[in-house]
């Protein structure tokens, strides 16, 4: 139990574009998700925290009109990375809070923007 | 603010042979520490968590850690390191048991040899 996955777990963009990743929980009910940014070689980062019906936290210094997110209902929270730009190109992880209100960890999605 | 330090980037044990990560925290109250591992381009599996009462912790996979205050420590322990132990392993401490933020250390590269 406890599965979260994302969507895609890699994708290489055009400088400018937008990519969308999705989170879901696959088997339990989540009103808070967050999101994680990993770069090479470090640590997750904190970017921001999805609640189910209402909009996003977001950490200082993540920009939120560029990452957008939405968490349209229990079980899926989107990422949306607008306007793409090489620095964006990371390893974007998100998190579901379940039972015993432990964060179970997606795999991961690889995103390089060329 | 909460930080965590885990002093060493690489640990290469011998198959067979105990281990020890080391973890430190930073946080003014009852801190609520995790850790957790990361295979190669996956996500992170909870490995055990501490919120409060016995000072020593069992978690999967033969995993064990122990909460020592006077030191700030939560130190990972496995008495007999298999191959497939070989991962990226974080420890992190959050403010809560609820929705909490979680601050990651940044992670200790396992090598197992042969």
């Known amino acids: 139990g406890a599965v979260v996955s994302q969507h895609p777990s890699r994708v290489i963009c055009k400088s400018g574009t937008s990519v969308k990743i999705e989170c879901r929980s696959l088997?339990?009910?989540?009103?808070?998700m967050f999101w994680y940014r990993q770069f090479p070689k470090q640590s997750l980062m904190l970017m921001a925290t999805?609640?189910?019906?209402?909009?996003?936290?977001?950490e200082q210094g993540v920009e939120k009109d560029k990452f957008l997110i939405n968490h349209a209902s229990l079980t899926l929270s989107t990422l949306t990375v607008t306007s793409a730009h090489p620095e964006d190109s990371s390893f974007y992880i998100c998190?579901?809070?379940?039972?015993?209100?432990?964060?179970?960890f997606g795999p991961g999605t690889r995103l390089l923007v060329l | 603010a909460q930080s965590v330090t885990q002093p060493d980037i690489h640990i290469t044990v011998s198959e067979g042979a105990s281990l020890e990560l080391r973890c430190n925290y930073s946080?003014?109250?009852?801190?609520?520490l995790f850790w957790y591992v990361q295979s190669p381009g996956q996500g992170l599996q909870l490995l055990l968590k501490?919120?409060?009462?016995?000072?020593l912790v069992q978690g999967i996979k033969g995993f064990e850690a122990e909460f020592k205050r006077s030191q700030s420590s939560f130190n990972l322990r496995k008495p007999s390191v298999h191959w497939s132990d070989a991962a990226e392993y974080f420890c992190?401490?959050?403010?809560?048991?609820?929705?909490?933020?979680?601050?990651f250390g940044t992670g200790t590269r396992l090598l197992v040899s042969p």
């Open positions: 088997d339990f009910q989540a009103t808070t």
């Open positions: 992190a401490v959050g403010e809560s048991t609820g929705f909490q933020k979680l601050v």
């Open positions: 998190s579901a809070v379940g039972m015993g209100e432990t964060q179970y």
């Open positions: 999805s609640n189910e019906g209402s909009k996003a936290t977001y």
């Open positions: 501490y919120f409060s009462g016995d000072t």
């Open positions: 946080y003014g109250a009852t801190p609520y």
